[in-house]
């Protein structure tokens, strides 16, 4: 049973991001399949070298950095956020997957919860 959990809210500002990381987390760390998909502004998460100390809060790319460690499948950002956002597969945190978020995409998926 995989789990895709959309993140599509920005990075800082707000927990609901943070706290659907920490649900791919812990469902990563009890064995059950789960990737991320960043969407909308949620794909700011996944710009390297984030100051966050303005704003009170710490980096999410360490956060995302242990993705892997936990078991998290794949980090998944969605082709149209990126280029509405300005990014591109290379100015992406390495390890990005570019995708389509589209129906064929969510079927791959058993289960799909979206933070915010």
């Known amino acids: 049973m995989s789990t895709l959990i959309m993140i599509d809210q920005p990075p800082y500002g707000a927990w609901t991001g943070r706290e659907a990381l920490d649900m791919a ?3 990563a760390a009890f064995d059950q399949p789960a990737t991320l998909l960043f969407a909308g502004a949620g794909v ?4 390297p070298s984030q100051e966050a100390g303005g704003v009170g809060q710490k980096s999410v790319e360490k956060n995302l950095s242990a993705a892997p460690i936990f078991g998290i499948e794949a980090i998944l950002a969605d082709r149209a956020a990126c280029i509405t956002y300005g990014l591109n597969e290379s100015s992406l945190l390495k390890g990005v997957t570019l995708v389509d978020a589209d129906a064929a995409l969510l079927k791959d998926f058993d289960h799909t ?4």
Do not use: C
């Open 25 to 27: 987390f812990s469902l």
């Open 44 to 47: 700011n998460w996944l710009r």
């Open 113 to 116: 919860a979206f933070a915010g």
